[in-house]
């Protein structure tokens, strides 16, 4: 079940909502909250529940463990490691393990057969959240959650759990035995939900079809995409990678939108995930602005303790290393992952030690030069075979046997110019800005207060009619990081 369903937009999210509103305990309504997160991830994942439920309680156990002895103890230290040892073997069993006797077999030729390991759907998240909350026992930032049931409806939230944003237990224990709800809030969760909604249906589901068409789809076999790659004229290289980057963005940041608009529907405040990381004026602020709970968690529990800025300098560029080595890894097991990883890790350094932030002083010249930079670190994401990859950055140096463009790609691009220039905007704030300009020069004015709090209950209505229109009969529906 994906949330750009109409099966879970029109009866599992109001079924929920009804429920947990008609409960009047708290007590109550987080057991609403863990039996439906429970049935969402089961319904795809059926057997993996149970890993996920293994997981939370052996963290529940260890944490209180912890609790007990008191934190930072030698023995509060071998809890810590153990919790590690779980969580991430079990993370490297299911998500790497496969990838890494491939290699071995490639090398060594043996073994002969491979058994392949399925992964459970939104393990990478809900094994960092749960790392983060043992952590944090550890260290003493929060008390060990007495009640089992409460923490696994914290890991299994189906607001979060699936594709992020990676929600730290710090940032919601409070609100997990205690929560109020106003109108502001419940409005403002399905404004932010909709609209998550609509970019997610109605331009990013279109920007992957307009980037499968151009480029290839990544269902197509490695021996066949090549072939493929290899007759795309320079010109449908260069459009299709740039609607794969609009895709990425607006899917994954769609599925955040989403996210905290059902976590306010019902009082969870979680943090924002993505700040508009296009305009960024450097690779720095890039990775500020994307993916933020993913930043953060690799900056406080790797960065800084591996000891962050305040070491000398190749100590610093091998934290770096170490950091982005496991955030290319993280995002799946395939070595164009760590290549990509790799290629931010230079470019970070560089700002670092020998630009020193000079870019970010040359207005608009500094956002291009990051954007091309983020460009290309998006064709190393999307193509998981090398050879691919290669043909791929060949043909866009204009290196392709079709040449720059044909009469087919010409007149695609044609068509998908208006649709790619309407994503671009929506990828800035350009229209939060001139909402809010437009609001603030007309707030006096009682006949634009009108309008607005019409705009206001309209918005909503006008993006769950427009995502359904596009959902209605839509086979191609995928959220991207759900793999990762």
Same mark, same amino acid.
Do not use: Q
């Given at each position: 079940m994906v949330f750009s369903s109409l099966f879970f937009v029109?009866?599992?999210?109001?079924?929920n909502l009804i429920f947990y509103f008609l409960t009047k305990s708290q007590k109550a309504?987080?057991? !609403?909250?863990?039996?439906?997160?429970? !049935?969402?991830?089961?319904?795809?994942?059926?057997?993996?529940v149970f890993l996920m439920i293994g997981m939370a309680l052996a963290d529940y156990l260890i944490a209180r463990g912890i609790s007990a002895v008191g934190a930072k103890s030698k023995v509060a230290k071998t809890g810590l490691i153990l919790a590690c040892l779980i969580d991430l073997g079990l993370l490297g069993l299911f998500k790497y393990a496969t990838f890494f006797v491939g290699q071995f077999q490639n090398v060594f030729g043996v073994?002969?057969? !491979?058994t392949k390991i399925t992964l459970p759907i939104g393990i990478s998240f809900y094994t960092f959240q749960l790392l983060s909350y043992v952590v944090d026992v550890y260290r003493g930032e929060v008390e060990a959650q007495k009640s089992f049931p409460?923490?696994?409806?914290?890991?299994?939230l189906f607001h979060q759990c699936i594709a992020g944003p990676i929600v730290r237990y710090s940032d919601v224990n409070k609100e997990l035995m205690k929560r109020k709800v106003t109108i502001t809030d419940l409005s403002y969760g399905i404004t932010r939900f909709t609209?998550?909604?609509?970019?997610?249906a109605v331009l990013a589901n279109t920007c992957g079809s307009i980037a499968d068409s151009l480029l290839v789809a990544d269902s197509v076999l490695p021996e066949e995409a090549l072939k493929i790659i290899q007759t795309r004229p320079t010109l449908a290289l260069w459009v299709g990678c740039l609607a794969f980057m609009f895709q990425i963005y607006l899917d994954f940041s769609a599925y955040s939108d989403m996210a905290i608009g059902m976590g306010r529907m019902?009082?969870?405040?979680?943090?924002?995930n993505f700040n508009y990381p296009y305009i960024a004026n450097s690779v720095t602020d890039f990775w500020r602005r994307w993916h933020m709970s993913l930043s953060s968690f690799f900056r406080d529990y790797v960065y800084i303790p591996l000891g962050g800025n305040r070491c000398s300098t190749g100590r610093q560029i091998f934290n770096l290393l170490v950091v982005w080595a496991l955030t290319g890894f993280w995002h799946g097991a395939s070595w164009n992952y760590m290549l990509w990883g790799i290629y931010y890790f230079v470019f970070l350094v560089i700002e670092?030690?020998?630009l020193k932030r000079a870019l970010e002083q040359i207005p608009v010249i500094s956002n291009i030069v990051t954007l091309v930079i983020?460009?290309?670190g998006w064709v190393l994401f999307k193509f998981t075979d090398f050879k691919v990859l290669g043909a791929a950055i060949k043909g866009i140096f204009g290196g392709s046997a079709a040449g720059f463009t044909d009469f087919e790609t010409s007149t695609s691009v044609g068509t998908y110019m208006i649709y790619l220039i309407i994503c671009a905007v929506a990828c800035t704030p350009v229209i939060p800005a001139i909402s809010k300009l437009i609001n603030r020069k007309y707030e006096r004015s009682q006949g634009s207060r009108a309008v607005f709090a019409i705009a206001t209950v309209a918005c909503p209505i006008i993006c769950l009619l427009l995502a359904t229109i596009f959902l209605v009969g839509e086979s191609y529906n995928p959220f991207l990081y759900w793999k990762f």
């Open positions: 029109f009866v599992f999210l109001p079924l309504k987080n057991y !609403i909250m863990l039996v439906f997160s429970l !049935i969402f991830y089961a319904w795809g994942e059926p057997i993996a073994p002969e057969n !491979i409460t923490l696994l409806m914290y890991v299994s609209v998550g909604l609509a970019k997610k019902i009082g969870f405040h979680y943090l924002e670092k030690f020998v983020v460009y290309f």
